[in-house]
């Protein structure tokens, strides 16, 4: 797989802690699947998501740990865990556990610690970022908040995801800090919300305030990224992390 087609996330981990984002290229698919699609859940051809998983194990240590994603807050360890196993983050200690993530507009966001001893990744749309999906995983690492770094990948971008009242007032609600988050959209009670900005305050809530990345709008880069917003039946990229 030619490295020119993923995302190298730019943080300062320890050389031990390895980490990438696929983009769409690179891949077998066609359509609206069109190239690397990692999803073998979204009507592809299953030969195809077979060839795209194999090309990306390539250049891993092994087959990523794939998650059933449900939008929910539950971290599984990657090493104790199945591939398809239920869960919406997962981590690991031990080296050459590959962690990952799904996504096509939600934030994937990757963790370590400073002295590279433990990685997660972790997939949070609007629901799991407000139910608390990052700080269960920043929780599960078990390591203190200070000592944790995070960077967040290519997600719907704050010009792109616009939601209803009722999202804006399910975090408004908890934190008022959160309306900073949030503009006006096309009309009334429709909001521009802005995941990066809401994933940077529930992490510094928790103590984590070295947090790079953010940013990359999956849905105004349709060569690059596959957006379920922009177009709905599409692939999924994936975010990847383990220690080497």
Same mark, same amino acid.
């Given at each position: $797989?030619?490295?020119?087609?993923?995302i190298?996330? &730019?943080w300062?981990?320890?050389?031990?802690?390895?980490?990438l984002?696929t983009?769409?290229a690179?891949?077998?698919?066609s359509?609206? *699947?069109?190239?690397?699609?990692?999803?073998?859940?979204?009507?592809?051809?299953p030969?195809?998501?077979?060839?795209n998983?194999?090309r990306?194990?390539?250049?891993?240590?092994g087959? /990523?740990?794939?998650?059933? @994603?449900?939008?929910?807050v539950?971290v599984?360890?990657?090493?104790?865990?199945?591939?398809?196993?239920t869960?919406?983050?997962?981590?690991?200690?031990?080296?050459s556990?590959?962690c990952?993530v799904?996504?096509?507009d939600?934030?994937?966001?990757? *963790?370590? &610690?400073v002295?590279?001893?433990?990685?997660?990744?972790?997939?949070?749309?609007?629901r799991?970022?407000?139910?608390?999906?990052l700080?269960?995983?920043?929780?599960?690492?078990?390591? /203190?908040?200070?000592?944790?770094m995070?960077?967040?990948g290519?997600?719907i971008? /704050?010009?792109?995801?616009e939601?209803? &009242?009722?999202?804006?007032?399910?975090?408004?609600?908890?934190r008022?800090?959160?309306a900073?988050? *949030?503009?006006?959209?096309?009309?009334r009670?429709k909001?521009?919300?802005?995941l990066f900005?809401l994933?940077?305050?529930?992490?510094?809530?928790?103590?984590?305030t070295?947090?790079?990345?953010?940013? $990359?709008?999956?849905?105004?880069?349709?060569?690059?990224? *596959?957006?379920y917003?922009r &177009?709905? @039946?599409?692939g999924?990229?994936?975010a $990847?992390?383990?220690?080497?």
């Amino acid at each position: $797989m030619n490295p020119d087609h993923w995302i190298v996330p &730019d943080w300062p981990a320890p050389a031990r802690v390895r980490a990438l984002m696929t983009t769409r290229a690179g891949g077998v698919s066609s359509g609206g *699947f069109a190239s690397l699609n990692l999803g073998d859940h979204v009507g592809d051809d299953p030969l195809a998501v077979a060839e795209n998983r194999r090309r990306v194990t390539e250049a891993l240590p092994g087959s /990523p740990v794939w998650l059933n @994603q449900v939008h929910g807050v539950d971290v599984v360890v990657a090493d104790e865990t199945s591939t398809g196993a239920t869960a919406d983050a997962s981590l690991t200690r031990r080296e050459s556990t590959v962690c990952a993530v799904m996504t096509a507009d939600c934030l994937p966001v990757l *963790f370590c &610690d400073v002295g590279g001893r433990v990685v997660a990744a972790a997939h949070a749309g609007w629901r799991g970022l407000h139910a608390g999906v990052l700080e269960r995983t920043v929780s599960a690492l078990g390591v /203190p908040p200070a000592e944790v770094m995070a960077w967040l990948g290519a997600a719907i971008g /704050p010009e792109a995801f616009e939601v209803g &009242d009722e999202v804006r007032a399910a975090f408004v609600g908890e934190r008022a800090s959160a309306a900073a988050a *949030f503009k006006p959209g096309s009309e009334r009670g429709k909001w521009l919300a802005d995941l990066f900005l809401l994933a940077r305050q529930r992490l510094a809530a928790c103590g984590v305030t070295r947090v790079y990345g953010g940013g $990359m709008c999956t849905v105004s880069d349709p060569r690059r990224f *596959f957006s379920y917003r922009r &177009d709905g @039946q599409t692939g999924r990229m994936a975010a $990847m992390v383990w220690l080497s």
